[in-house]
């Protein structure tokens, strides 16, 4: 059977390997129409630039995750060598507030049609009500992303990451045009770790999820292949 999503894969396979070879390893074994690439904090802190540039020389689609939150400067200067690596979506923290925001949107107006998506994280999917309260956000989790994901729309960016337990109240008050990328993914039977508002695929995807964010019940599968081809025809069958 041929995946519904082929066109348009809806997982970002988180790469959190601290050894190349192993991250090389997967990759070969998979297929830029089957997947995305995520490339986090970790990666490119081991391997930089050059790794990103090989996943996208390879033909992938790549997500760079390093989650810019800085003044405004710095931030549209990140942003801008991000686009110039030629990965397909870049993030910045919602909570750097929307000056910081505009200044990332304006710097990739040179790209044009080659410019990365733009988003920006709103709540981690690892954050609990009570951890938000702790450093001082008084919101349930819910409403913080809410807030945070309006600021992201009206700043111009092309959508926000979520967990998918707020998918569909942000389908529902921000539009179905603004992306909503969802970590927290967990296939039934698979550990949570250090994840908190979690779903599962086929629950994110009926929630509103334009991509789902998977990491370790892939990367640390013993057949990491045949996980996502298994999660791909689940997601399928339920759109
Ligand atoms: O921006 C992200 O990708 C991200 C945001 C967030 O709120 N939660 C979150 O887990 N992530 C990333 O998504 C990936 C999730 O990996 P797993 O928990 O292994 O599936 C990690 O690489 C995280 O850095």
Redesign the pocket.
Known sequence: MQDSNIHDPKILI?L?FADRQEALALVARLDPASCRL?V?KEMFTLFGPEFVRSLVDAGFDVFL?L?FHDIPNTVAKAVAAAAELGVWMV?VHASGGPRMMQAAKAALQPYGDKAPLLIA?TV???MTGEELHQVGVLRSPAEQVLTLARLTRDAGLDGV?CSAQEASLLKAELGPDFKLVT???RPAGSEA?D?RRIMTPEQALAAGSDYL?????ITQADDPAAVLAQINRGLAAAG
């Open positions: 988180a959190d995520k986090g995750d989650k993030n994280v981690l999917t690892s990451v970590p927290g993914i770790g994840q964010v998977i990491g370790r019940p």
